[in-house]
C-alpha cells in the first residue's frame, strides 16, 4: 500500500479490496527494494522473469534483478526489448515467443509500452503478471485491458491486470522529463470522461456505476491540483498524480472498460494513432495527444452547455439524421479507402441509432437538460484552466505544441466521432443536429481554436 506524502492510501485500500485482478500493490518512495517480497506473497515459489527495455533495465530493472538476487527468489534470464519498441502486435508476439520458452511469472519493468505489451502476452498464455512502474505516464498499470495497435489499428484486448503492482517514487521522480507530464494529461482527461458519461446516462445509452464514478471522479480535482509541482517532480504532487492513475485503472478494472477513464479526448489521440501521426520525426506521446484532445472535448461541452436543449426541435432533428448508408459514404469519404474507413464503419455501425431510438435519446436529454447542464457546469474544469494546467505541467497547451494544425483539428472532430462506438459529446452535436453550428463557433474569429 502506499506510503507516500499525501497518498490517498485508503482509498487505494479499498479499490485494492474491490479489485477483480490485483490483489497487491506497494507505493512509496524505495519500493523497488519490495518487488521480492511483494512476488513471493503474490507468486509463492514461482520463478520471475523481468521484461523491460534497455531504458527501463537500467533505470530500474537491473536493481529489481539484485533484489531478487540477494532475496534468493529465483529468476530466470530477462527479456529485454532494443530502443524501438512499440505497442503493437508484432512485439506482443516477440515477447510472447520469448516467454513460451521461460518457466516464469513476468515481471514488467516499465510504463505504458512495456506493461500492455506483457499483460496481452502474459494473457495468451495463461499466466499472471506483476507490474513494477517506472513513470506516472499513463493509467494502464492497474488497468483491465491492454491498448495495442493491430493491423494499423489501436485497440483495446481483453485481458486481466497484474495481479501486484509497485510504484517506486524514487524511480518516478527520476523518470525522464517529458514522461510524468504525459501521466498529468492522461490523468486530467478524467474529467472530461466524466462529463462524456453524464451524457451517455442521460441519453439512457448507458448507465453510470455510482461506485466506479466515485473512484475516479471523488479526488480527481486534488490528484490533478498541482500541475506546477508534477514539472518539478514534488513528491506529494507525484504522489497525488500516482494515485489518481493507479486509482482510474482499479476504476477500468472494476467496471471491466475502459469508460471511466476515457472519452472523446481519448478519440482524438487514437485517430492520430491511427493516421500515424508525427511531430518533428516522432510520434507524440500518448497522454501529450489525449491532452490536446481534452481541450477540444471541453471546448465542445462548454459550446453545448451554452445552449438551451429545451428549445431544440427533436422531429427536425430525426428527420435530418442521416441513415447508417449515408454514414459509411461519409466515413469512406473522410478516410478513403483501406484499414481506417473499415474500422470506422464497424464502429459506426455499432452505435448508429434507427429514428425510433434517437427520438428517445433526444427527448431523454431535453427534459433531463436543466439538472444535467447544472452537473456538466460544475463537473467540467473550464477551458481556460484545463490549458493553463496543461501548461503547467509542461504539456502542449494548444494542437500546434503536438503538430497538428487548426485546419486539422476541425476536420478531426468530424473523423473522431466515427473510430468509436463509444457515446460521448461528439455524438451529442450530431445526433442534435448542432455538429457544424458549434464547428463554425469554435472555429471562428475569436471562437476558441479560431484565428
Known sequence: MSDAPGSDSLLLERALLAARDTRRLAVGAGARARVPAEFVATFGGASAVLVADVNTFEATGRDV????????????????????????????????????????????????TINDLTKLA???????????????????????????????????????????????LEVIAGAP????????ADLLAKNVAGADWLLADAAGVEAIDPGVWGTVQRRLKKWVGDPAGVAGNRPEALANLIDGLLMSGFAMQA????????????????LWDM??????????????????????SVALHEDLIARDLRDVDVDRAVAAWPTFEQEEARAEALFGPGPLAAKSIKETRAKHPEPGELREQ?????????????????HLIPFDEVRARLRAAACPDGPEG???????????????????????????????????EAMDRLFRPGGRFGS
Not at 177 to 184: D, K, L, R, T, V
Not at 276 to 284: I, Q, Y
Not at 421 to 434: A, K, N, Q, S
Open 65 to 112: 534483478s539484485d533484489a531478487f538476487r540477494s532475496a534468493g527468489v529465483p529468476a530466470v534470464e530477462p527479456f529485454i526489448f532494443g530502443p524501438d519498441i512499440h505497442a503493437e502486435s508484432r512485439d506482443v508476439e516477440r515477447l510472447e515467443a520469448a516467454l513460451r520458452d521461460r518457466d516464469a511469472v513476468p515481471v514488467a519493468v516499465g510504463s505504458g
Open 122 to 168: 502474459s494473457h495468451r498464455l495463461g499466466r499472471p503478471y506483476m507490474a513494477v512502474a517506472t513513470a506516472a505516464s499513463m493509467d494502464g498499470y492497474t488497468a483491465f485491458g491492454a491498448s495495442i495497435t493491430h493491423h494499423g489499428s489501436k485497440q483495446t484486448f481483453d485481458c486481466p491486470a497484474p495481479r501486484a503492482v509497485v510504484a517506486d
Open 177 to 184: 522529463a517529458p514522461m510524468n507530464s504525459w501521466g498529468y
Open 255 to 270: 467496471h471491466q472498460t475502459s469508460r471511466p477513464a476515457s472519452g472523446a479526448d481519448h478519440q482524438f489521440s487514437h
Open 275 to 296: 493516421q500515424d501521426h508525427t511531430f518533428r520525426g516522432v510520434a507524440p506521446s500518448h497522454g501529450f495527444k489525449v491532452g490536446v484532445g481534452t481541450l477540444a
Open 362 to 378: 433526444l427527448v431523454r436529454l431535453r427534459d433531463a437538460w436543466p439538472e444535467l447542464r447544472r452537473r456538466l457546469a460544475a
Open 402 to 436: 503536438i503538430g497538428i494544425s487548426r485546419e486539422r483539428l476541425r476536420l478531426s472532430f468530424e473523423q473522431a466521432y466515427y473510430i468509436r462506438r463509444r457515446f460521448t459529446i461528439l455524438d451529442v452535436v450530431r445526433r442534435l443536429g448542432l455538429f457544424d
